[in-house]
């Protein structure tokens, strides 16, 4: 009796320690084959926090336990997460809430409003584009610094540098003032950037409402006035080139467009295998 005793002992505590289920995150369907973790899936998946999606010739959609749903392209591969889509390659389009974030080569886009629907993708180059269809994008860097509010039927690239200092700066946009604070907007961005420099009256004095092309440092830590995403520490400024509204901040060059009417991903089914996958 002891002995069955001391049998039952060791099961419970077997058991007891045993780890608990993974937990379900979502769902994801595809009308062709697509490979979740590495394995062949034709059909339906259920997903897991750091499942990895890769879609062959068909799109997939992704369900995320309503924090997201999500198309990605084919010949497209992500890492899902609760909270959060990390793009690989190719190209995705979601709806989603703040809540959840796209990132994609050290970028962060955060839908603006509930219901948010847009495009994210890597092209050429490491080139990252974000689009939103309805709603907008904040599209933020590694360090917190908002680079760009994505407004409604906006595109706009996010182009890798592949030198130079992170926190180097050069923008072009309109000079203002406020409450004696000296301000650049980027009217492709709709971003503002607080400028901070000695003397400022004396060199941007006469340069308020013109456009103007700045150098300088973005400065960590530094607490904005005037609704400004960010403090740049002005090194240089000159008259910009006719037409000329971009932003180059922490090794990114933004370019602003304009999105194409019917944009998004257009659905492909097709039984073959996944195109790429070792």
């Known amino acids: 009796m002891l002995k069955n005793l001391q049998a039952a002992f060791v099961l419970s505590c077997i058991f007891s320690s045993a780890p608990a289920a993974t937990v379900s995150i ?5 009308s062709g084959g697509m490979w979740v973790d590495n394995y062949r ?11 990895v999606v890769q879609t062959g010739h068909a799109t997939a959609i992704l369900r995320l336990d309503k ?17 959060s889509l990390v793009i690989q390659q190719g190209e995705i ?8 974030q796209i990132e994609a080569i050290g970028l962060h ?46 595109s706009i690239f996010f182009a890798m540098q592949t030198s130079g200092d992170p926190s180097a700066c050069t923008a072009t946009g309109r000079i203002s003032i406020d409450s004696g604070n000296y301000f650049v907007t980027i009217a492709s961005t709709g971003i503002k950037y607080q400028l901070a420099a ?9 340069l ?7 150098k300088g440092i973005v400065v960590s830590g530094a607490a904005p006035a005037g609704e400004a995403t960010a403090v740049i520490a002005l090194q ?16 990114r060059l933004i370019v602003a467009g304009v999105v194409a009417p019917g944009s998004g991903v257009t659905a492909k089914n097709d039984s073959k295998d996944p195109a790429g996958i070792p």
């Not at 339906?44 to 926090?49: K, M, P, S, W």
């Not at 389009?93 to 959840?100: G, K, Q, V, Y």
């Not at 000695?198 to 006469?206: H, R």
């Not at 308020?208 to 700045?214: F, H, L, M, N």
């Open 109 to 154: 886009a955060t839908p603006g409003q509930d219901n948010s629907r847009g495009l994210v993708s890597i092209t050429a180059e490491n080139t990252v584009q974000v689009a939103a269809l309805t709603g907008s994008f904040g599209v933020t860097n590694d360090q917190g610094v908002l680079l760009a509010s994505v407004r409604p039927g906006q």
């Open 41 to 51: 899936v034709a059909g339906n998946a259920t997903l897991f926090d750091g499942s």
């Open 26 to 30: 979502g769902s994801v369907s595809a």
């Open 208 to 214: 308020v409402g013109e456009s103007v092309t700045i």
């Open 67 to 83: 924090a997201a749903e999500i198309t990605m392209a084919s010949d497209s591969r992500a890492a899902l997460h609760r909270s």
């Open 198 to 206: 000695k003397d400022l009256p004396k060199l941007l004095g006469n």
């Open 236 to 251: 240089n400024f000159w008259t910009p080139a006719p037409g000329m509204e971009t932003l180059l901040i922490s090794g």
């Open 93 to 100: 389009e979601l709806t989603a809430s703040p809540s959840f």
